[in-house]
């Protein structure tokens, strides 16, 4: 049962203690340093992983957002192991399970000083897994699924050109939009897809050729 449930155990456990981090956050942020709290509008995850606040309080929140940082990394790497095992073509499936199994150390490295490189590298290699999943979705008789990856994929590079633009202060409203977004769709082909959903694909093309 633990095994079955474990990206959604993860995901409840990483949202839980980001969103207890945000509640002792001392405050500051992008469009107000002596802002109270953390304001969702404003403020960055990776604010959560400093050692002061902007406000240049001490900040209590480091140690959750620590904990929840590594459970959401776990929880994609799961999901990407999981993944690996349903789509048909092997190259895909090595490209999802090393590249999820790598991305649990990158972006739980986020939270340290090599953030900005971090950012890039995990960003990478979550748009490379997303991508070869919504290739094989595509294929698939899953629509609704076929648009929310569709959508995510957009998101996802809207949220990095806004990142790599200096659009601080819509970056920092996308950016939870991004992680929402993505949180959904993984949980969504997670529980919502089966290895049968990917062969139906080999199975129609090898009818028609």
């Known amino acids: 049962m633990i095994k079955k449930y474990s990206v959604l155990i993860c995901v409840i456990i990483s949202v839980t203690f980001i969103v ?8 500051g942020s992008i469009l107000d340093k002596n802002s109270t709290g953390f304001i969702w509008s404003q403020n960055f995850i990776s604010n959560l992983f ?29 999901f990407s192991f999981n993944s690996s095992k349903k789509v048909p073509s092997k190259h895909a499936s090595n490209v999802l399970k090393y590249a999820g199994i790598a991305n649990i150390l990158f972006s739980f490295l986020i939270v340290t000083p090599l953030h900005d490189l971090m950012i890039i590298i995990s960003s990478t290699l979550s748009l490379l897994g997303l991508f070869y999943l919504t290739i ?6 899953l629509h609704l699924l076929k648009v929310a990856c569709i959508v995510c994929l957009l998101i996802f590079y809207y949220t990095l050109f806004l ?3 200096g659009n601080w202060a819509l970056l920092a409203i996308m950016q939870k939009v991004s992680f929402i977004c993505s949180m959904i769709l993984v949980l969504a082909i997670e529980y919502f897809t089966k290895p049968e959903d ?10 028609v050729t």
């Open 163 to 165: 990142y790599g633009y």
């Open 50 to 78: 400093a050692d002061k606040a902007i406000n240049g309080s001490a900040n209590p929140s480091r140690i959750w957002a620590f904990i929840g940082m590594a459970f959401h990394s776990v929880s994609y790497g799961i």
């Open 136 to 141: 094989f979705i595509l294929k698939t008789k």
């Open 20 to 27: 207890i981090a945000t509640t002792v956050y001392p405050g």
């Open 198 to 207: 990917f062969k139906l694909v080999t199975t129609s093309q090898t009818k």
